[in-house]
Nanobody, 120 residues
Framework: HVQLVESGGGSVQAGGSLRLSCTAS????????MGWFRQVSGKERELVAN???????YYTDSVKGRFTISQDNAKNTVYLQMNSLKPEDTAMYYC???????????????WGQGTQVTVS
């Protein structure tokens, strides 16, 4: 049984930072893809960043230079360091996992429950 659990969300002022964590159980993703998506109510879930086999990374344009995705295989955890946060980063953030990366949510089989990020 695969379980992904996110943590680290919260409320922060514009310009601040947060670090999201996603810890997996029942799943070892060191050779797979882990992604972070976000969703605003009423809008589609969008890809923020992903990391493949621990080192190949992708970022959507709006977060390049501000967000960093990384993973700790020993802890089976993937992180999303978010700096210089903007109000438009406000969303529910979800981590996802699968064998290969995809730019769309349908490409990932496993999902966490989400963690809310609010930037004011």
């Amino acid at each position: 049984h695969v379980q992904l659990v996110e943590s680290g969300g919260g409320s922060v002022q514009a310009g601040g930072s947060l670090r999201l964590s996603c810890t997996a159980s029942g799943y070892t993703y060191s050779r797979d893809c882990m992604g972070w998506f976000r969703q605003v109510s009423g809008k589609e879930r969008e890809l923020v960043a992903n990391i493949y086999t621990g080192h190949v990374t992708y970022y959507t344009d709006s977060v390049k230079g501000r967000f960093t995705i990384s993973q700790d295989n020993a802890k089976n955890t993937v992180y999303l360091q978010m700096n210089s946060l903007k109000p438009e980063d406000t969303a529910m953030y979800y981590c996802a996992a699968d064998s290969f990366c995809s730019a769309v949510p349908a490409g990932f089989r496993y999902w966490g429950q989400g963690t809310q990020v609010t930037v004011s």
